[in-house]
């Protein structure tokens, strides 16, 4: 089995420290969750694989037995996880019959899929559902576990909202203003625009608050991010910038063009992926992973296995153990159907 860079949650840079990430209430009472994401981790260590079934992302069927592809020297992993947006769905959100029949062949042979996103579970579901998927999903750049077989939500971290403010207050100070949005808490949290933020896609269904006053409920709610955008600089300049000034009260991610989040320290895609898969029985070191932006970079870490999509960017090919094509052109089938045939 490769073993790439894979160390266990050590390896995923988040630091699994409570930084004010407050208690959301997380849905899955029985599971005594703390909120935070250390809390998290802890109340489903040890669950096992028997307590939900990793993603059936294809069509519905039995999903094999952990393990059985290594014992039978077939697929080299135990959990296939991908990002959406840009990896596993295509330019049209859809998901490509090939890759559909890739996943279920991984599946088939020990590996089942794993949909890992910075997408907040409101505008996952959809997605899920399309793929008659019933498994784990890791949402919200991992603050939120969901049991889509079950509409559970097992897990739920949220972004102190002081904390979020005050980072807003010094990101503003230097650059000027921000326009903002959030993504509220929660199996049907909306996601609520502030004056000035452009909605870059149409299926992040939004409530737009066009004036100050009304921009002022942004905080009346729990919410799980903040996202912000800069009339003047880019994504890629707009992350650094942030993060150098309020990384130390925040976490700082760009998940794509246009889309620069703000979430609860210590809080990335690892987070959720590392709870998820100790419930699936599953370690780092059985585990590939699929992604495109920078968001995706914990998750490779923790992995034993990352693949960068063509049209990643820079900073998660530099990272990646190799690239693939492009979300478009099958570059998550190309992958797993080589892995397959050995």
Same mark, same amino acid.
């Given at each position: 089995?490769?073993?790439? %860079?894979?160390?266990?949650?050590?390896?995923?840079?988040?630091?699994?420290?409570?930084?004010?990430?407050?208690?959301?209430?997380?849905?899955?009472?029985?599971?005594?969750?703390?909120?935070?994401?250390?809390?998290?981790?802890?109340?489903?260590?040890?669950?096992?694989?028997?307590?939900?079934?990793?993603?059936?992302?294809?069509?519905?069927?039995?999903?094999?037995?952990?393990?059985?592809?290594?014992?039978?020297?077939?697929?080299?992993?135990?959990?296939?996880?991908?990002?959406?947006?840009?990896?596993?769905?295509?330019?049209?959100?859809?998901?490509?019959?090939?890759? %559909?029949?890739?996943?279920?062949?991984?599946?088939?042979?020990?590996?089942?899929?794993?949909?890992?996103?910075?997408?907040?579970?409101?505008?996952?579901?959809?997605?899920?559902?399309?793929?008659?998927?019933?498994?784990?999903?890791?949402?919200?750049? &991992?603050?939120?576990?969901?049991?889509?077989?079950?509409?559970?939500?097992?897990?739920?971290?949220?972004?102190?909202? &002081?904390?979020?403010? %005050?980072?807003?207050?010094?990101?503003?100070?230097?650059?000027?203003?921000?326009?903002?949005?959030?993504?509220?808490?929660?199996?049907?949290?909306?996601?609520?625009?502030?004056?000035?933020?452009?909605?870059?896609?149409?299926?992040?269904?939004?409530?737009?608050?066009?004036?100050?006053?009304?921009?002022?409920?942004?905080?009346?709610?729990?919410?799980?991010?903040?996202?912000?955008?800069?009339?003047?600089?880019?994504?890629?300049?707009?992350?650094?910038?942030?993060?150098?000034?309020? &990384?130390?009260?925040? &976490?700082?991610?760009?998940?794509?063009?246009?889309?620069?989040?703000?979430?609860?320290?210590?809080?990335?895609?690892?987070?959720?992926?590392?709870?998820?898969?100790?419930?699936?029985?599953?370690?780092?070191?059985?585990?590939?992973?699929?992604?495109?932006?920078?968001?995706?970079?914990?998750?490779?870490?923790?992995?034993?296995?990352?693949?960068?999509?063509?049209?990643?960017?820079?900073?998660?090919?530099?990272?990646?153990?190799?690239?693939?094509?492009?979300?478009?052109?099958?570059?998550?089938?190309?992958?797993?159907?080589?892995?397959?045939?050995?």
């Amino acid at each position: 089995m490769p073993t790439g %860079r894979g160390t266990g949650p050590a390896g995923t840079g988040a630091e699994r420290t409570d930084t004010g990430a407050g208690a959301a209430g997380a849905a899955d009472a029985e599971a005594g969750l703390a909120g935070t994401a250390a809390g998290a981790e802890a109340g489903l260590a040890g669950t096992g694989a028997g307590a939900a079934g990793a993603g059936r992302a294809p069509v519905p069927g039995q999903v094999s037995a952990p393990g059985r592809a290594r014992e039978t020297g077939g697929f080299p992993y135990r959990l296939v996880a991908t990002d959406l947006d840009g990896t596993l769905l295509r330019s049209d959100d859809t998901v490509s019959p090939r890759t %559909r029949a890739a996943l279920l062949a991984a599946a088939e042979a020990g590996a089942p899929h794993i949909v890992v996103t910075g997408r907040a579970v409101p505008w996952t579901k959809k997605v899920l559902e399309e793929l008659d998927y019933q498994g784990l999903a890791v949402c919200a750049q &991992g603050a939120q576990v969901y049991d889509a077989g079950s509409g559970r939500l097992l897990t739920s971290v949220t972004l102190e909202r &002081g904390l979020a403010r %005050r980072a807003i207050e010094l990101i503003e100070d230097v650059t000027g203003p921000l326009a903002l949005a959030v993504s509220r808490d929660g199996l049907d949290g909306d996601v609520l625009t502030g004056p000035g933020y452009e909605t870059l896609s149409d299926a992040l269904a939004s409530i737009r608050l066009d004036d100050a006053d009304r921009a002022a409920a942004l905080w009346e709610q729990p919410i799980n991010k903040v996202y912000i955008q800069h009339a003047a600089l880019d994504s890629t300049a707009l992350a650094a910038v942030a993060q150098s000034i309020a &990384g130390q009260l925040v &976490g700082v991610v760009m998940a794509g063009e246009g889309v620069v989040e703000l979430l609860p320290l210590g809080l990335t895609k690892a987070t959720g992926l590392s709870i998820a898969a100790r419930r699936l029985g599953v370690k780092p070191a059985e585990t590939i992973a699929f992604g495109d932006m920078p968001n995706d970079i914990p998750m490779f870490h923790w992995a034993a296995y990352g693949v960068a999509m063509a049209e990643a960017h820079e900073s998660l090919k530099a990272l990646a153990d190799e690239t693939t094509l492009s979300h478009d052109a099958d570059g998550i089938a190309t992958v797993l159907e080589r892995l397959l045939s050995h």
